[in-house]
């Protein structure tokens, strides 16, 4: 099992920056991807962010592309996502999250923290 827990969301205006983090816990060996997810009301969960923790490759969605930076700590155990350039779109719940398999790096994830809120103000 993987227990995840983010934190580090809050409210920020446009074109400022937030940093959320995701704290990593039990049996994370073959992971195949960690990656950030975010759901705004009324839209569906997208996948922003990727990261394959073997080899450190990175992904992103081209709505993010360019403004966000998905990283990991393995000393520390924690999965971050540096956001820049924010605006109003950006507002949603950013999920963090884990998979064994490899394959689609945006789909059939196992593992799932609560969710942490981040708002953007116009």
């Known amino acids: 099992q993987v227990q995840l827990r983010e934190s580090g969301g809050g409210s920020v205006q446009a074109g400022g920056s937030l940093t959320v983090s995701c704290a990593v816990s039990?049996?994370?060996?073959?992971?195949?991807?960690m990656g950030w997810f975010r759901q705004a009301p009324g839209k569906e969960r997208e996948g922003v962010a990727a990261i394959e923790p073997g080899y450190g490759w990175r992904y992103y969605a081209d709505s993010v592309k360019g403004r966000f930076t998905i990283s990991q700590d393995n000393a520390k155990r924690t999965l971050y996502l540096k956001m820049d350039s924010l605006g109003p779109d950006d507002t949603a719940m950013y999920y963090c999250?884990?998979?064994?398999?490899?394959?689609?790096?945006?789909?059939?994830?196992?593992?799932w923290g609560q969710g942490t809120q981040v708002t953007v103000s116009s």
């Open positions: 999250a884990a998979k064994r398999a490899y394959g689609d790096r945006w789909s059939g994830y196992n593992y």
């Open positions: 039990g049996y994370t060996g073959s992971l195949g991807y």
